[in-house]
């Protein structure tokens, strides 16, 4: 199984060692390193693209030595409101990654019309996938009445807008990141896995997708160990068969089973 998602920050702390050691002891067949970018970061384009370069080059420098243990890649997620995303891909093409990731926030969709944040989703052209997918759900499914003034008035509308994200997504040939480490008391986690995940992927799956990433999203050693069984599981009783991840910005399955 691929870790689709673990923090840059292990390498610039020089960790990337103890990293890779502990996934191949965990028995994964892949991890990959992702670069978060804030908006006021991709304006200072210099310094945060000149520190990503810095960790491209000890990753490819380490992808060479674990070469026959395992696959290392590396890619940026993006944490914007859009406003600067097409100067900011500009920017991110001349550099060499794996994927490209967008933060999938709810929060824009409070301060915005539907059709507004619809109209945005022609910059999926420019991303391999969404992450962070789990508070957008929570905020799908939430039974609760939306705070005054939002313009998704009712938990429908909301579940119309998802709707018409997924079919976005599908027809782009877009990922869906889900992050295991998102709950961790196990509690919490049946219920929100009950509630809330396994309608979303029900639905995801109906509507014809079929790319879904997991990730631990580490910034920590310790949390590598995140079990991936459970939704390793929990995909398969959905209707999935493979689990996605990005090489060279090209989509790779990895089998389920």
């Not at 810095?54 to 380490?62: M, S």
Request: proline share 4%.
């Amino acid at each position: 199984m691929i870790d689709s998602h673990v923090s840059m920050a292990l390498v610039s702390e020089g960790l990337i060692d103890t990293v890779c050691s502990e996934a191949i002891r965990l028995g994964r067949k892949g991890i990959a390193f992702t670069q978060p970018l804030l908006p006021a970061e991709t304006q200072q384009s210099h310094k945060s693209w000149a520190n990503y370069g810095e960790n491209a080059e000890t990753i490819f420098q380490k992808k060479m030595h674990y070469f026959q243990m395992l696959k290392i890649y590396k890619g940026i997620e993006l944490h914007t409101d859009f406003t600067d995303f097409e100067a900011t891909m500009n920017i991110a093409s001349r550099y060499p990654v794996d994927y490209v990731l967008a933060s999938a926030d709810p929060r824009v969709l409070t301060v915005s019309s539907p059709d507004e944040e619809l109209r945005k989703l022609k910059y999926l052209r420019y991303i391999n996938g969404i992450s962070c997918i789990e508070p957008l759900i929570e905020w799908a499914y939430m039974a609760a009445g939306s705070s005054p003034g939002e313009p998704f008035d009712s938990r429908q509308d909301r579940m119309d807008w998802l709707d018409m994200l997924l079919k976005a997504l599908i027809s782009e040939y877009k990922c869906i990141e889900l992050n295991v480490n998102f709950i961790t008391t196990q509690s919490e986690q049946a219920s929100f896995v009950a509630d809330k995940l396994t309608p979303f992927l029900t639905r995801y799956h109906e509507l014809g997708g079929s790319l879904i990433s997991l990730a631990t999203r580490s910034g920590s050693v310790q949390q590598l160990s995140a079990s991936f069984e459970y939704y390793q599981q929990l995909l398969l009783q959905t209707g999935f068969r493979y689990t996605t991840h990005f090489a060279a910005l090209n989509p790779v399955h990895d089998s389920l089973t």
